[in-house]
């Protein structure tokens, strides 16, 4: 059984800084692409990163791109998104996954296993 279990959440002021984590159990983590997606209150969920399995290729929503950095830790099991100059619309609920493959991929369809959630919230 894969568990996925996101944590680092949290309330923050625009302009602040927040670290997420994903700690994966349940399957060679260093196999699998991982990827970050969110989903705000009303709206539909969204990409946020992704990383391949080596953590050599990356790949962000034009939204985050040069504020947030994914990276990966496969000694440690564990996937990071460090978010950076953080705005009130990156307000959401971030889920984690693993891909489906050792490529990183966009489309939810590519993922099969999700966390829980971690909710961010980024006051004006």
């Known amino acids: 059984q894969v568990q996925l279990v996101e944590s680092g959440g949290g309330l923050v002021q625009a302009g602040g800084s927040l670290r997420l984590s994903c700690a994966a159990s349940?399957?060679?983590?260093?196999?699998?692409?991982m990827g970050w997606f969110r989903r705000a209150p009303g709206k539909e969920r969204e990409f946020v990163a992704a990383?391949?399995?080596?953590?050599?290729?990356?790949y962000y929503a034009d939204f985050v791109k040069g504020r947030f950095t994914i990276s990966r830790d496969n000694a440690k099991n564990t996937v990071y998104l460090q978010m950076n100059s953080l705005k009130p619309e990156d307000t959401a609920v971030y889920y984690c996954a693993t891909g489906t493959s050792s490529v990183l991929a966009v489309r939810p369809a590519h993922y099969d296993y999700w966390g829980q959630g971690t909710q961010v919230t980024v006051s004006s």
């Open positions: 990383i391949n399995w080596s953590g050599s290729n990356t």
């Open positions: 349940g399957r060679t983590f260093s196999g699998y692409a």
